[in-house]
Nanobody, 125 residues
C-alpha cells in the first residue's frame, strides 16, 4: 500500500525556520505532483506549495519569498523549507501526492491521490 509519512514539524519562535519532509513508500511507479497543504483551527485546508515531477513550483501568495518547496525524485521525497515564520503560519501541514502505483497482487498500474497524516507547526513566542 502507498503511504506518505511526514516529519519536521514543531514549535518555533516568530522569525524562525523549520523544514518539513514527506516520503512516499509502496509499489510506486511514478509521482507526478507533490505538495503541501495546511489547515488552521476553524479554517479550510489551503494549498501552501506544489511541485511537479519536472520541478515547476507554485506557492500561495502568503508564503512567497519565505517558503521553498523541493523534491528528491530518487527518494520519493518532498521538502518544505519554511523561513521567517509568522504566528499565522501555525497549522497542521499535510503532504499530498498524485502518483501511479502497482495494484497489490497484480501487475496492473493504478493512479491515485494520497495524503499524509499531518504534522503540527506552531509559531509562537
Amino acid at each position: 500500500q502507498v503511504q506518505l509519512v511526514e516529519s519536521g514539524g514543531g514549535l518555533v519562535q516568530p522569525g524562525g525556520s523549520l523544514r518539513l519532509s514527506c516520503t512516499a513508500s509502496g509499489s510506486i511507479f511514478s509521482i507526478y505532483a507533490m505538495g503541501w497543504y495546511r489547515q488552521a483551527p476553524g479554517k479550510q485546508r489551503e494549498l501552501v506549495a506544489a511541485i511537479t515531477s519536472g520541478g515547476s513550483t507554485n506557492y500561495a501568495d502568503s508564503v512567497k519569498g519565505r517558503f521553498t518547496i523541493s523534491r528528491d525524485n530518487a527518494k520519493n521525497t518532498v521538502y518544505l523549507q519554511m523561513n521567517s515564520l509568522k504566528p499565522e503560519d501555525t497549522a497542521v501541514y499535510y503532504c499530498n501526492a498524485d502518483l501511479t502505483y502497482l495494484v497489490p497482487g497484480t501487475i496492473r498500474p493504478a493512479s491515485g491521490n494520497y495524503w499524509g497524516q499531518g504534522t503540527q507547526v506552531t509559531v509562537s513566542s
